[in-house]
């Protein structure tokens, strides 16, 4: 009798240690961190028939003949936006939502991302964006609220906060957008804009506020209201607004996205290296410069940049003639090459035209990736600036917002 429960308990145990097994086995399988594996970060978008609303995902694939699937993805807001700096990726809240907003900090690996913090935002303040200074301070400027906020970059928490509500013109709101920091100061470009979220017909200039990193103070706001360029930079493409190789900033500006056709001044103004003032001399409207490769096309607007070396800057420019009914679905977005010395335009041939969801440009190991919406081929266009070759390396059957190479 005594074996016999001996022999019972002893089943018991190697029963329970076969089941622990298997639960950590299975708990190490439902353990798989989301977002995919790899080194390239997408954000997947599908659009509904308007343009304006759709579904957007969070996804890293292997590499660019990876097929892009949605079986690992995280779901994000529509068009939501985000920031990467180093492997720390900054979710930022869809501007649809009206109820409680967070922004999430993952920190990604090449087996998936990991959320590590958290932070709720006032719905309406509209953060697109984050600006790194150092691994204790960051700013995050607040497009619908007219603030920045300092938030400490790895726990999110907010230690400051810089009020440039007497900036703003009209509506006290300032509307600050993207930014770069140039020695101890920080550049914000200033967007200064009305309800229907384009600039004010009485006040076409651009705007920038100069900031002391070291004590969170406005020294000034600088304008340059000669040439009637406005919209300076989109308030989540970093791009936008870059440093050549003598530390000059160029700030590209976009004006009415091409929806005016009465007023389609676009392109770049200067703030010179030593100097805390605009060079209108420097500045350029694009839009009166014919582009190279088309029947005499000019740019209404710039989309996207990057600033490739040499005076040269790839963007993605806005085509008026191609509008079309609906400017949210049009494939109204050219690939060019940008000369800022010699003031020329060129058509990038072989990056299809594509509409204002799939605009991203990014670098990697020389080369540069165009993410595109066409009509006959989508995905992922690489471009070799030394030779002029265009290759497509990735399909998608939907827009790829935004992307990020690790």
């Not at 080194?39 to 694939?61: A, C, F, M, R, W």
């Not at 993952?106 to 790194?132: F, H, T």
């Not at 200074?133 to 400027?141: E, H, Q, T």
Request: with cysteine; proline share 5%; glycine share 8%.
């Amino acid at each position: 009798m005594k074996k016999r429960l001996l022999y019972s308990a002893a089943m018991l145990c190697a029963v329970s240690l076969a089941l622990t097994s298997c639960d950590k086995e299975k708990k190490q399988e439902t353990d798989e961190l989301p977002g995919g594996k790899g080194h390239i970060l997408l954000e997947p978008t599908v659009k509904n028939d308007d343009g304006t609303s759709g579904s957007s995902y969070l996804i890293q694939i292997e590499d660019f003949s990876s097929k892009i699937s949605f079986d690992n993805a995280i779901q994000i807001g529509f068009a939501a936006t985000f920031t990467v700096q180093g492997n720390d990726i900054y979710m930022f809240p869809t501007d649809m939502a009206k109820s409680s907003q967070t922004l999430v900090r993952y920190e990604r690996s090449k087996d998936g991302l990991r959320q590590v913090a958290s932070k709720q935002i006032v719905p309406g303040s509209s953060p697109y964006c984050l600006i790194y200074v150092n691994d204790s301070k960051a700013y995050i400027p607040l497009y619908g609220q007219g603030n920045v906020m300092v938030v400490n970059p790895k726990t999110l928490e907010t230690t400051g906060t810089i009020n440039l509500t007497q900036y703003g013109f009209s509506d006290q709101c300032a509307d600050p957008a993207m930014g770069i920091i140039r020695g101890n100061y920080l550049y914000l470009a200033l967007d200064q804009i009305g309800a229907t979220w384009m600039p004010f017909e009485n006040y076409r200039q651009a705007d920038v506020a100069i900031i002391d990193i070291t004590t969170d103070q406005v020294v000034k706001v600088i304008s340059e209201n000669q040439t009637g360029l406005c919209f300076p930079t989109r308030p989540f493409l970093p791009g936008m607004i870059f440093m050549n190789e003598n530390k000059d900033i160029y700030v590209a500006c976009a004006g009415y996205f091409g929806y005016d056709p009465s007023y389609l001044k676009s392109g770049f103004v200067c703030i010179p290296n030593g100097q805390q003032e605009f060079d209108p001399s420097r500045s350029w409207d694009v839009s009166t410069t014919a582009i190279e490769g088309t029947d005499g096309w000019k740019p209404a607007t710039i989309y996207n940049s990057a600033y490739i070396g040499n005076g040269k800057v790839l963007a993605y420019v806005g085509i008026l003639e191609l509008n079309g009914d609906n400017p949210y679905t049009a494939r109204n977005t050219m690939a060019t090459v940008i000369d800022l010395n010699a003031k020329t335009i060129a058509k990038i041939d072989g990056i299809p035209y594509t509409d204002g969801h799939s605009c991203s440009i990014e670098e990697y190991q020389g080369k540069f990736y165009f993410s595109a919406y066409g009509v006959d081929k989508s995905g992922i266009f690489s471009y070799d600036p030394a030779t002029g070759a265009v290759e497509q390396v990735t399909s998608c059957n939907s827009d790829i917002s935004f992307m990020h190479i690790f």
